[in-house]
């Protein structure tokens, strides 16, 4: 065998192998949350955790959803969160994104570029506006505040979309015209069967960010039952007062909660980011 065949052998093994490694350390946190989370109250207590599991109490998931501890509410709480905040932001991003990408109309470009410059103002400069608006309208500590401005486009969301469909040719549309369909039959029996990937992309963002969205909650919410998980974990490790541990197993338990969906979604949904391009960098701007 020539050197010519062996050097990418080599090369490929050394790669495989820093990955390895640098996976191996990416890793150990969520090793020694696994430790935590399947250790015993004692040993919580005692703060005596080692990095690999010794201890198996698996009852410690179940009486996360059984014992006085809201863990169960906070799930049904996030739940409803990013079911009506996925269909909120899929809808509106889709049917934006469609109209800047296909209808006609004047300053339409100049409208995309305003659109597209909100992404640059900080959310902080819009906190007390949004606090002044939903207090207004009486939504403090309830869910709405955290839900409805998802039917509200986001302007990446939009962005992606408009990208996507000037992708397709536009003959499709002067086909559809021709037969009688207005835009609203265009968008709902062409465009959306075609959109289906970057649709699903916008659900695993959409997803990720509103399970595990700590600071809308923290503002917003002040009833315990109403909290979600990544806000209730936070108020679940900060109940103990200063001379008492709290109880990191259980908390670990609803850390892992949180992590797993996302883990999950993005594990079975990132086939979709390949296919909209939002991997290999190929959307662009047209």
Known sequence: MSATTIEPVHSRATRYAILTVVSAILMAPLVFMVSIALSS??????MSFSFLPTEFHLGNFVRAFTSDLP????LI???LIVVFSCIGMVFSSAVV???????????KGFLFMVLLSTMMIPAEVLLIPQFIIFRNLG??????????PNFFANAYNVFLVRQFLTRIPSEL??????????HWGIFRRIAMPLMMPVLAAITIFTFTFNWGYF????????????MPLALG????SATSSGAQTPPWNMVMVGALILIIPMVAVYHFGQKYLYETGLVSGSVGLK
């Open 215 to 226: 600071f809308g909650p923290l503002i917003y919410i002040n009833t315990e039952s109403k």
């Open 41 to 46: 109250d004692r040993t919580s207590k005692q």
């Open 173 to 182: 549309d002067d086909a559809a015209m021709l037969d009688g369909l207005g």
């Open 77 to 79: 709480n996030s739940i």
């Open 71 to 74: 863990m169960g509410q906070f």
């Open 233 to 236: 974990i936070q108020i679940l």
């Open 139 to 148: 939504w403090i500590d309830t869910l709405l505040p955290i839900i409805v």
């Open 97 to 107: 994104g469609y109209g800047f990408a296909r209808i006609r109309a004047p300053f």
